[in-house]
Every structure is written in structure tokens, then in C-alpha cells.
């Protein structure tokens, strides 16, 4: 139902004139997802101050019955955020307040609008650092992070956005506003509530604030670039690392086509004079000590010969280039279908080697890219050269991951863009048990209606 | 309702003769708790050996309008898995298998029955370890510990038992069997139903087995026992090492009164010439550099000068001793009240200070002892001196923490021991938004209905 002039008068009175925005060139920068790929169109777009504000927004919406789509930075990869059915869409990005920061227990709560980098910089401020970090950080915000529940590069030594949250303020679905922002790192007085709507896409509740736990700053950090011959190998070793060593911060994962295009695209040089078949970035805290405690393994494992070691901040930058500029070469040939998976151990390197044939032998004009969180059997297959709008590439790669035991969603969530596989990683048992909580938490079905579940 | 002697053949054609047991010498094991603070009754134990038959009770005893008790070792502190009200005891001992052990990803699976040691024990076998610790480890179930969301010795380092949890099976209070065993480290395609399951007591759905994620073992560990003159000064010097040094792995707090009665009950030496305020026991990995690395921040603080520090894990196992002891030690002066408590980090050092006060204000001949987890907040406050059925201590303690921002239970959970003061942690909204979620997933509300919101 699109809303009525009378409803945006409503909204008005709640979040002030000012903040429902109805002119339609405003409403095109929260129409459609930064890519592109994913446009829809709205009446209005609300943009409330703070959680009573969205209590009485969501009130008014419910009693009318028009769906909301909360959305934050708008960076959401799978169509979450995005009016696509004509909801109102509810701005939370004014809820922007870091409060209550705390250097002793590490702690501070943010508004839901605030960016994962202005979290960051509050952390570093103090002497900590936030665990979660991705490349979209000057956009994404806490609120968006906590709805798709966002991985990243340091979930292998800090968690996911889940393991972050020690609290939320929240206004969910049945119109309860619900908070408990005290901060205890232990507190076992109820169902975890942070965690439930962590990753619920907006479906059950909004979140309006956090209270997320800090974690130590990477101290005296070492990088290594490690070359391998193949992908088991490489699987191998992202495993031996993870088990000895302690300070671990990070495994990244590539391979040569993806390094090839890295190195044409950005003009940097190639790391090694030698083709190898896979590449490992590994980031680890502890300095000396740290650095020979790894070159040990590597030499263990016959790796060392292959690979280059900085601990100086500027070679260590060099050699997490290779990996972080994957997205931007990648995208200079083309806008990609952009999948993420999660495979067990057992079969990751199986997939590796699969994909790219899979997806050939449907779309032989087509080009896959992979990289990837290898500690944490997180891939990113990008494939080029297939039209936007064509699922088919999609429906392969989601379903060879299936199949070999993996996840469809390993840090994007499913959004609407997934909606139609979800069913490849949950049975009707699961399906039906999510479909009984969204009735309980949103029993008018207002908050997110075409997402994860609906459609 | 009392299970009628037609419900008992019913449930033994489900499990067998032999598995419903309602000779009540043998049912004596399950029906009070170790520490004899809850005694209950019931007709019939169950011993199911695997989901299905979970399944089949649950169903046979929501038609008969029958509640049930799960338990597992049965070592819970709150009342939580003891048939007070004579419901039907669930018992999950004999699922109690371990499989697909996965030594590269660093995974298994356990059945609900499995204990924290064999966990442990098969962890070890393959060279990682299982993150959760704690005193009962050879008792306690994985199955308990998800139920109740324990903490134990690692939190600080590895999280808690939520932390660890991959996935689950589990058997909800609709009838829904869920399963998601996969072990994928990042997965967000749906809701998040083991965080939703972990800590909620066994009021929404049986846990019968769970994917565990395993963590490094600790390497080279480095244990210090550090004097201090005040209660301020020990918080403030925990909060220094969490942010300083990357493999810190624990860091327990006790004091004086403790440390004297530990001596006295056990017989050991004091750690120091001359007596201090408070003591700290610090565990990080990293040998040498890190053992370095800890001295060079004692001595920044000026604690150096009353620290033991100790590499090799007979002293290392010594210096543990001092903290680890106080448990028998406080048991041999006469049953205690436990409760356990987490302060933020900005009250913990005067609520240690006020709570002997508190007590003895209402019990002039008690005694309080405390220790617990202080980079966590979480105090164990011990109570000797009162009768086991008195609880104005554990309402003065309680009500304290809870005035001070803490949580009435860090780690035990609510059970039916604290329901009545669940009200001092949470708001109207909460309780009505647990009370929504426990009627979605238990509509009969058979699954513990005394525990945690019942009663």
C-alpha cells in the first residue's frame, strides 16, 4: 500500500516536517542500492531521531498498513534496504550519537546510524579498536552491520558482528521498544535478544543503538604474502595457522587469475617472479617473536621459499594490496554478479576448483573470480561478463556451495536477492520455525515484508 | 499434572522399557540437585537416545498435558533442570556421542549428553581445544551448557558457550525437529536459532546435539599471581591487560579473606610475605616474549614488586591453586548462598567493596567471600553463615548488583531460584517479549514451565 498524503502528515508530526522526505530527487539516493543493481521507488522516506521516534513511526505505518524498510548506510549487497515493493523507507542514519565510551571496560554504545569507521575511530581514540571492519566502513552503519549481521576481515580473531554486540535498544515489530545497553560481558537473565535480531534483516525489529564490546588494537603487527602450488595446500595451511598461531589476526585467500587482473588493472608489479596457484595474505599480532614463530611453520610446511614477510607497516600495506584491490579491478571490467559462500574445510578447495567450470559451462562467455576469508571458508565469487538481470550464474554457484555443504549467505544475508535459494540451506522445519518467530515479533508483517521470508 | 501410568507405556514404547525410569531409589539421582539446595519429584525419568525420540515425548506429553524437566549432568546452581513441580524429567545422558571430528577446520559435533571433559578430551586429541571450561567439566553437558549459556575460566579469551556454537539440533516446543550441523563459520541465511536457544534454559526447545567450533590451545603459558593494595587498583590493572596483551587467557580476581581461608583450609603457604587487598591471577600464551611483555606493564603499574610469575606448569599449576581453591575451601566452613553477579567495569570495585557491608547489615553472623572473573566483571559472591532456605542475603546481594548496572546472573542463569527477582534486570517490554517468543516456540508451554518466566 502506497502511503497517503494524510499518512506523510502523520509522520510529520512525529519526526518533524523536515524529516519525511517526499521530493522524488532526495528519495532517489534511498531508492536504489549503491550498485545499482537493486532500484525500487517510495512515497516517502521517514527519518526519525531517536527510538520513540520510530516507535511512533512504526505505530502509525502498522496502523495504516504500510511496510517499512529500515535502512542504513545503503550498502547492503543483496536488495534488503531497498523500497522494491514502494514501502516507506525508514532512514536511520540521524541516530548518528557515540555515547557512554568506556577506556577501562572497552566499551561504547553507538546510535544505529552511526558508520562501522566512525566506531572504529572512537575505538582507536581510547586505545582499543572495534573487531569489525569492512570495506565499505565510511558508509555501513551499526544498525545496517547488525541487520545482516556483517563479517568482514577480522571475524577469524574477533567474530562476527554478533560477537560484537553486548546490548541493543531496539523498537520491534510488536511495537515493544526493548533496551539493555548496560554492557556486561556476561549476563545470562533471559533470551539473548541481541543475538536474535543480529542478522534478522530488519524482519523482527529495529535496532535504534548498540553496546559493543572493543577489542585490543592489533599490536606490532606482521604480514606475510604466501605463494602456493595449490589450493588444497593452501586450505591446508590457512587450518595449521588458525591452530598455532596465537595472535592471529587474518587469512586471505586468492589466486593467480585474480592476481593477474590485480596486477593489470592497478599496475602494480607482481609479488614473485614465479606463477603460483593460490596466495595467502596472513596478518598476526606479537612482532619478532611473532614473525619467527610463523616463518617456523612456514618453513614446516616448505611455504617459506614463496613468500615475503614485512613487519614495517609500509611493505605490510603492499602486500594487503593484492588482496583489497580485488574489488576495484575486478569491477574496472565490469559490473560482476557478486556471491558469497562459506564452504566447510572439508570441501572448500573442491569448490575452488569446480566453480569456474560450472559457471563456464552455462555462460561460456563468463569470467569467475574468487577470493576470499580463507580461515573462515568465506569466498566471494564475482563473475563477469553475464547480464545483470541474468540469475542463471547465480542459481549455479549457489547451488554447487549447497551441495558441497556450504552456505548461499556467508556475510551479505539474503535480502530479496536470495530469497529464491534459501531453501538449499534450511529445511521446511527451519523455514517454518523463522516464519513462527516473524508472527511473534512482527505479527502485522510491517517491518521488511519482501525479505529473507516474504515475497 | 502427573504422568498416569498409561503415559508411562507410552513413553516406553517410544524408548524402550528399560529407559523410563520410575523406581524411585534410581530416580532419587535426578530429582534434587548435587548440591542439595532444590528437591523436587516425579513419577518418571526418560532417557531418550536420540532426537527423534525427543521428538516422540515431546509430543506424546504435550497431548497428555504433561510438563517436562530436561536435564543433563544435572549440575545447575538455579533449580533449573530438578521436576519441582513433578514434571516428567527429560534426561539427554544418553545422547551422548561425539562425531565428525574435523581436525583442519578445528570442529566436532556433540550430542546434548556429551560432557565438557570428553569435549575437552577429544579436542585435545586432534591439537586444538574446546573454549569452555569450568569447574564441572567431567558432569556437566554440553546439552546443560547451552541451556544455560555457561561461562567458566575461558570467557574472557574464547567467549561463552554461545561463542562456540556453530549450530545446533534441537527439538523446539512447536514439534519442529531443527537441524543445522554443517559447522560453517559464517552463515547468515536466516535467523539465528542456537543464540536464540543458548541461555533460554530449556524453555523453548530441547538442544540435542551441537556443531562446536574449537580454538587453539594455549601455547607456551605464562602464569602470574599479582599482589595488590586496592580493589580499585586491580580493576583498573585487568582493564590494562585486556588491552594490552593480545594472548591473555584469563584474568581471576580474589582478596584477603579468601586467600586466609584458602591457606587455612588447605593448608598451603600464603603466596607473599605480607599480606595485600587483592589478588590477581593472570594466564597468557606466549612463553617468554609474552611473559616479557606482562612484566614490562606490572612494572609500568608497580605491581612488579608483589608478583609471582611462573613458566613452568608446576608453579604456573600453584599459583591457580590460590584462586581454583576457593570453592572447597568455602564448602568446608558450611554450605554457601551462591550467586553470581557482573558489574560494569565502572561499579565492580564498589560494589566489592559494599556487598560484606550489605550483608551483615541484614545478618550480622554471616560471612561473604568473594572471587570471580575480572576482566569479565563476573564476581561469584559466597554467602556462609545463613540457612540454605533464607533468602534476604540473596535479595540484598542481588538488589545491590542490579543498582549498580549489574546482571543478577553472570553465568547460572535464572532457573527458578531468581525468577523473582528477573525484574530487577528487566524491563516490562523484555519480559513481555520473552514471554511472546516462549508461547511462539512453546505454544503447550510444557518445556520447563517453572523455569525462568513460569511460575
Redesign the interface.
Known amino acids: 500500500v502506497a502511503p497517503t498524503e494524510a499518512l506523510v502528515r502523520q509522520l510529520e508530526r512525529i519526526v518533524g516536517p523536515g524529516h519525511v522526505v517526499t521530493d522524488l530527487e532526495v528519495i532517489a539516493g534511498y531508492t536504489a542500492d549503491f550498485t545499482g543493481r537493486f532500484r525500487g521507488h517510495t512515497a516517502a522516506v521517514v527519518r526519525p531521531l531517536d527510538a520513540a521516534q520510530v516507535a511512533a513511526v512504526l505505530s502509525v505505518c502498522r496502523a495504516e498498513g504500510v511496510a517499512l524498510v529500515p535502512q542504513g548506510g545503503n550498502t547492503g549487497l543483496v536488495g534488503g534496504g531497498v523500497p522494491l515493493r514502494g514501502e516507506v523507507v525508514l532512514s536511520l542514519r540521524r541516530l548518528d550519537v557515540i555515547s557512554d565510551v ?1 577506556p ?3 566499551q561504547l554504545t553507538a546510535g544505529a546510524g552511526v558508520t562501522v569507521g566512525a566506531v572504529q575511530r572512537a575505538a582507536t581514540d581510547i ?2 579498536a572495534y573487531g569489525v571492519d569492512l570495506s565499505s566502513r565510511d558508509s555501513a552503519t551499526v544498525g545496517g552491520t547488525i541487520a ?2 556483517a ?1 568482514g576481515l577480522r ?1 577469524l580473531r574477533h ?2 558482528t ?2 560484537q554486540l553486548l546490548g541493543v535498544e531496539a523498537v ?1 515489530g ?1 511495537g ?5 545497553l ?12 541481541p ?2 535480531l ?3 534483516e530488519g524482519t ?1 525489529g529495529v535496532v535504534t543503538a548498540a553496546r559493543l564490546r572493543l577489542v ?1 588494537p ?2 606490532e603487527p606482521v604480514v606475510a604474502l604466501v605463494a602456493l602450488s595449490s589450493v588444497p595446500g593452501a ?2 595451511l590457512a ?1 595449521s595457522l ?6 592471529l589476526e587474518a587469512v586471505e585467500l586468492f589466486f593467480d587469475e585474480g592476481l593477474d587482473l590485480v596486477c593489470t588493472a592497478t599496475g602494480v608489479a607482481p609479488p614473485f617472479a614465479r606463477r603460483h596457484r593460490a596466495y595467502l595474505v596472513v596478518e598476526l ?2 612482532g619478532e ?1 611473532a614473525a619467527a614463530a610463523l616463518a617456523g611453520l612456514l618453513e614446516g610446511s616448505g611455504a617459506m621459499a614463496n613468500s615475503a614477510v614485512a613487519l614495517d607497516p609500509v611493505p605490510a600495506a603492499a602486500l594487503w594490496r593484492y588482496r583489497e584491490a580485488h574489488t576495484e579491478a575486478i569491477n574496472s571490467i565490469g559490473p560482476p554478479h557478486k556471491m558469497d559462500v ?5 570441501t572448500l578447495a573442491e569448490f575452488v576448483e569446480a566453480v569456474p567450470g560450472a559457471v563456464t559451462s552455462i555462460a561460456p562467455q563468463a569470467r569467475t573470480w574468487l577470493f576470499g ?1 580463507a ?4 569466498i566471494h565469487v564475482n563473475v563477469t561478463g553475464v547480464a545483470p538481470e541474468d540469475e542463471a550464474v547465480d542459481a549455479v554457484v549457489l547451488e554447487l556451495a549447497a551441495a558441497m ?10 535480502g530479496t536477492a536470495k530469497r529464491r535459494w ?1 531453501h538449499l ?3 521446511p ?6 516464519a ?2 516473524k ?3 512482527d505479527p502485522d508483517n510491517v517491518l521488511n515484508p519482501n525479505v ?2 516474504g515475497g
Chains 1, 2 share one sequence.
Open positions: 568506556d577501562v571496560g572497552g586505545g582499543w545482516t549481521n563479517g571475524v567474530g562476527d554478533r560477537a520491534l510488536t515493544e521498544v526493548v533496551s539493555h548496560g554492557g556486561l560481558l556476561k549476563d545470562n537473565t533471559g533470551y539473548h535478544l543475538s536474535l543480529c542478522g534478522s523482527l585490543p592489533p599490536h586450505v591446508e587450518g588458525r591452530r598455532e598461531l596465537p595472535g599480532s606479537g617473536p562459506t564452504l566447510p574445510p572439508a576469508h580461515a573462515d571458508g568465506n555443504g556450504g552456505s548461499i549467505s556467508a556475510e551479505h544475508g539474503i534459501l540451506n534450511r529445511t522445519a527451519e523455514l517454518s520455525t523463522f513462527t518467530l508472527r511473534a515479533l529473507l521470508l
